[in-house]
Nanobody
Framework: QVQLVESGGGSVQSGGSLRLSCAVF????????AGWFRQVPEKKREAVAA???????TYADSVKGRFTISQDNAKNTLYLEMNMLKSEDTAMYYC??????????????????WGQGTQVTVSS
């Protein structure tokens, strides 16, 4: 059974930084894809960053140059380094993973496994 557990959320002032972690428990596949998503109440869930099984990364335009997604296979952990945070980054952040290596967080890419989420609040 696969389980994803996020951590690292919290409250920070505008311009600050946070690093989110997503620990993956259980076997997904040899080269799975993963990503970070965020959602605010009454708005559609947004793909923030994704990493494919071939290590190709993609980012939402709103976070390019500020956020970095990475993966530590030895620790089976996914990370999202967030710098220069803005108030509009406030959201619940979720990590997701899927056995299909080619998913890149595009519209229509449905990830099989999801974490419970971690709240990020940025105050101006």
């Amino acid at each position: 059974q696969v389980q994803l557990v996020e951590s690292g959320g919290g409250s920070v002032q505008s311009g600050g930084s946070l690093r989110l972690s997503c620990a993956v428990f259980g076997y997904i596949s040899s080269g799975y894809s993963a990503g970070w998503f965020r959602q605010v109440p009454e708005k559609k869930r947004e793909a923030v960053a994704a990493i494919r099984g071939d290590r190709t990364t993609t980012y939402a335009d709103s976070v390019k140059g500020r956020f970095t997604i990475s993966q530590d296979n030895a620790k089976n952990t996914l990370y999202l380094e967030m710098n220069m945070l803005k108030s509009e980054d406030t959201a619940m952040y979720y990590c997701a993973a899927d056995p299909r290596w080619w998913l890149s967080g595009r519209e229509g890419d449905e990830y099989k496994y999801w974490g419970q989420g971690t709240q990020v609040t940025v105050s101006s």
